[in-house]
Structure formats: structure tokens, C-alpha cells
């Protein structure tokens, strides 16, 4: 008999992805989709239409076994929609910071520590829709993963409890507090009905079933955002734990038994069943090494480092002036001298600067109030690089493990699977 499959689909900055899993976590199928260029206007239709691609683009036999789907996107992406959910703006982008009136305001109301009183997050974005667009009845703000769950399921106004946290969902009550209800004109606009990300939200639409060969009872969950998804597919849990992404950024993320929070170094934390995922995010990262050096450049150098000694360059190595974490100052300019004659030594400052940052953003994560990290998984582009992950061993004083799997889609698809027993549970 044919066992069910999973699929994850994973909507990203540049591309889409699709994962399909079996209930052992092995992959059957994996595809992905280039968004190409668009103009503001057209970003919607596009997502809308790569959607139904990955779907119609798998093998019909893994059609007819699909059992469940879930969905991460872009945190902080935010469209306003009708209730048919036709988009009525374009999308505000995760990186869009246009709402810095709206952020002052929501830091006023609900206090300076509010993970939604930033210019990109999805509140802010939501008030300056609602100031830009006006208020008519009906009108459903939602971010970009609960779009697209929302097309597959005919149900508008889904969210989850990763993607409505910067939306200024309480946590703790696990509500809407009233202070939203102040800012939002909740008379004629609403916002999403926030779920566990892998709760069962509804079965995936019947014209869409027909259309797609796809069975009727396939259970659409609710979804996450794209970095929780990568951290899924990892795989770690426990309290302790922790995952480092090298990529162009350093973006650091621990399971923590405690809820940390700090607006001044962008610290946050989300929801991870019985724990919570405490992170913060540099500027540094692989995006300064790519300055210098080319990727058969790192390769051919690194193999000349010895790792087991410190370079003696006391570098801070930032793309540009500004650090936002471990060190909060929009003002601190990088530390890149002096520069030595021989490239592997200068290589090998740089990697020894950004293991020091990793190492102080653990420590300033456990001065918040978080676990102590008792080993690190690694993800991205850097994980790759055996020197690097010796040097940022012997920083941390931790074992660096390299992930297996950290590609997004796949995490999508574990939450498919599993739904929220992924998380943590103490029962």
C-alpha cells in the first residue's frame, strides 16, 4: 500500500521551493522556481501563479498521496486584500521601512519593547496601509505565508502564532491585545485568526483537488515564516540547542526554556512549543568575506589557516558602517585594519572577527536571560568551511555541528507532516 507524502512549500526573497517527504523524513521530490523580474504591482500575481506551478508540477503519483502542506514566507511581507483575498496594494516586502511614523506610534502605545515597533514589521506596515488605502468593511490584512495558505485553503484571514508575532500578537494570552484594537480600525478592517504553526487549518479547496488529481482530505496546516522553516529542517529541539546561519548575515537562533526579549539589539522571541526561539541577527557575516575574496579564493586560503591559533587582527569585519547585534550602534564603523601582506592572513582575521561576534551574541543572549547554548548547529553557505567551523569552536568552547538538512522547504514539509509535535512537549 502506498504510504502519504508531505509537501512544504517555502516562498523565499528570490525563488520559490517545494519539498515532498515521506513520513521517515526522506525526500521524494524537490523542485524550485526563479520569480524573475516584476514591477510592484505584479509581485502578487506572480506568487499566485508559481503556487499552483509547484503544485500542478509534481509527479501524479505523488499528487493522489499528498496528505498535508504547509507554507513559510518572508516575515513581515504583509498584503491588504478583499475578502476574496484579490490584493488591493502591493505587497509591503520584509525589508520595505517605510512605516517610521507608524512604528513611533506603536512604540508609544504599547512601550519600547514591543517586537512590532520597528518600520518593517507587519504592524506597522498594516497602519500605514490602513492610512494610505482608508477604511472600508471587509478589508483582511494578512502576511504572505497566510496568503498563499489562504488561496490553497478559501479561507481568508489565517495566521500563525510565527508570522502574527510582529504583527503585535500577544504571546502570552495568546490574543490580540487591546492596544492593537487601538491602533487598527477593527470596525472595518480585521486581521488574521492566529493558529500553532502546524495546527490543521482546512483541507485544500475540491476545484483545486480535482484540478490537481489531489486527494480531498489533504490538510492544509498553518504555516511559518522562512527562517523558523530553515531552523526546522535542522532538526534541533531542546532547550540549549542553538542554530547559526553563515550566510551574507550572521543570524543566530537558540532554544531558550526562557522568553527573552530586547528592542535595543533586535532580540526577540518566538513561540517553539514548551521553549521559546530566542535570536538576533549582525550585519556581519558572508557578505564581507565576499568583498575580498572569491569562493575558490576562501577555498584555496582557508586550507592555509591553521585553526588552532588566533590571527592576532582585532577585527570587526561589517559590510558597511552600523552593527544591530551583539553590539547596538547604527553608527559603528567596520574594523578592518590593519591589513597584513599575505591574503590567508588576512582571511584569517576576518574569520576570526565573525567567530567573535557569534560568540558575544550567544553571551549577550544568555546575559538576556537565555539557556547557555550547549552545542551549535550551522547553516548556510559558511558551514561548508571545516577551518572556520575549528576557529569558531574553539571561540564559543562549544561543539559546531553542520546541518544536515537547512533548506527551508524541507522544514515546511516536517511541519506538513509532523504539525506541532515538531515543537517541543513536555507531555
Keep these: 500500500m502506498a504510504y502519504p507524502v508531505f509537501l512544504g512549500l517555502d516562498f523565499g526573497t528570490s525563488g520559490a521551493r517545494a519539498c515532498v517527504i515521506g513520513p521517515d523524513e526522506g525526500i521524494e521530490e524537490?523542485?524550485?522556481?526563479?520569480?524573475?523580474?516584476?514591477?510592484?504591482?505584479?509581485?502578487?500575481?506572480?506568487?499566485?501563479?508559481?503556487?499552483?506551478?509547484?503544485?500542478?508540477?509534481?509527479?501524479?503519483?505523488?499528487?493522489?498521496?499528498?496528505?498535508?502542506?504547509?507554507?513559510d514566507g518572508t516575515s513581515g511581507t504583509v498584503l491588504a486584500c478583499d475578502e476574496a483575498l484579490?490584493?488591493?496594494?502591493?505587497?509591503?516586502?520584509?525589508?520595505?521601512?517605510?512605516?517610521?511614523?507608524?512604528?513611533?506610534?506603536?512604540?508609544?502605545?504599547?512601550?519600547?519593547?514591543?517586537?512590532?515597533?520597528?518600520?518593517?514589521?507587519?504592524?506597522?506596515?498594516?497602519l500605514w496601509l490602513q492610512r494610505h488605502l482608508g477604511a472600508e468593511r471587509g478589508r483582511v490584512f494578512v502576511n504572505q505565508a497566510d496568503w498563499l495558505t489562504g488561496l490553497l485553503t478559501d479561507r481568508p484571514g489565517i495566521s500563525d502564532f510565527h508570522n502574527a508575532l510582529k504583527m503585535g500578537y500577544d504571546l502570552t494570552t495568546l490574543s490580540w491585545p487591546e492596544w492593537?484594537?487601538?491602533?487598527?480600525?477593527?470596525?472595518?478592517?480585521?486581521?488574521?485568526?492566529?493558529?500553532?504553526?502546524?495546527?490543521?487549518?482546512?483541507?485544500?479547496?475540491?476545484?483545486?483537488?480535482?484540478?490537481?488529481?489531489i486527494g480531498s482530505d489533504c490538510l492544509v496546516r498553518a504555516g511559518t515564516t522562512d527562517s523558523i522553516a530553515a531552523l526546522l529542517a535542522t532538526g534541533v529541539r531542546a532547550p540549549g540547542e542553538a542554530v547559526t546561519s553563515l550566510g551574507s548575515t550572521l543570524v543566530l537562533k537558540l532554544v531558550s526554556s526562557t522568553r527573552v526579549q530586547s528592542r535595543e539589539y533586535g532580540?526577540?522571541?518566538?513561540?517553539?512549543?514548551?521553549?521559546?526561539?530566542?535570536g538576533g541577527a549582525s550585519n556581519a557575516g558572508g557578505a564581507v568575506l565576499r568583498q575580498?575574496?572569491?569562493?575558490?579564493?576562501?577555498?584555496?586560503?582557508?586550507?592555509?589557516?591553521?585553526?588552532?591559533?588566533?590571527?592576532?587582527?582585532?577585527?570587526?569585519?561589517?559590510?558597511?558602517?552600523?552593527?544591530?547585534?551583539?553590539?547596538?550602534?547604527?553608527?559603528?564603523?567596520?574594523?578592518?585594519?590593519?591589513?597584513p601582506e599575505e591574503d590567508a592572513h588576512f582571511l584569517h582575521g576576518l574569520l576570526d572577527g565573525l567567530s567573535a561576534i557569534?560568540?558575544?551574541?550567544?553571551?549577550?543572549?544568555?546575559?538576556?536571560?537565555?539557556?547557555?547554548?550547549?552545542?551549535?548547529?550551522?547553516?548556510?553557505?559558511?558551514?561548508?568551511?571545516?577551518?572556520?567551523?575549528?576557529?569558531?569552536e574553539r571561540k564559543l568552547q562549544l561543539p559546531v555541528l553542520r546541518a544536515e538538512q537547512s533548506e527551508a522547504a524541507f522544514g515546511a514539509a516536517r511541519l506538513a507532516c509532523h504539525g506541532s509535535q515538531v515543537f517541543p512537549s513536555r507531555s
Excluded at 204 to 213: D, F, I, Q, S
Aim: glycine share 10%; charged share 20%; hydrophobic share 45%.
Design 30 to 71: 524537490f523542485a524550485q522556481v526563479a520569480y524573475g523580474a516584476w514591477r510592484d504591482h505584479e509581485v502578487a500575481g506572480f506568487w499566485r501563479e508559481t503556487l499552483w506551478d509547484l503544485l500542478a508540477g509534481l509527479p501524479a503519483g505523488l499528487r493522489k498521496r499528498l496528505a498535508g502542506i504547509a507554507v
Design 86 to 126: 484579490n490584493p488591493l496594494h502591493p505587497p509591503l516586502m520584509y525589508n520595505d521601512a517605510r512605516a517610521l511614523d507608524e512604528a513611533a506610534l506603536i512604540a508609544r502605545t504599547a512601550g519600547p519593547d514591543e517586537a512590532a515597533a520597528s518600520p518593517s514589521s507587519g504592524l506597522a506596515k498594516v
Design 180 to 213: 492593537v484594537g487601538h491602533l487598527v480600525d477593527m470596525d472595518h478592517l480585521y486581521l488574521p485568526r492566529v493558529f500553532p504553526p502546524g495546527a490543521g487549518v482546512a483541507t485544500l479547496t475540491r476545484p483545486r483537488c480535482r484540478a490537481l488529481g
Design 267 to 278: 532580540v526577540y522571541s518566538h513561540w517553539f512549543g514548551d521553549a521559546w526561539l530566542a
Design 292 to 339: 575580498f575574496f572569491s569562493d575558490h579564493e576562501l577555498v584555496q586560503l582557508s586550507a592555509r589557516i591553521d585553526p588552532e591559533t588566533d590571527s592576532g587582527l582585532a577585527y570587526y569585519p561589517l559590510p558597511g558602517p552600523g552593527e544591530r547585534f551583539p553590539i547596538h550602534d547604527p553608527a559603528l564603523p567596520p574594523r578592518l585594519a590593519p591589513r
Design 358 to 392: 557569534e560568540a558575544l551574541g550567544y553571551r549577550r543572549l544568555v546575559e538576556l536571560g537565555a539557556d547557555a547554548p550547549a552545542r551549535v548547529t550551522t547553516a548556510g553557505g559558511g558551514a561548508n568551511n571545516p577551518v572556520w567551523r575549528r576557529i569558531r
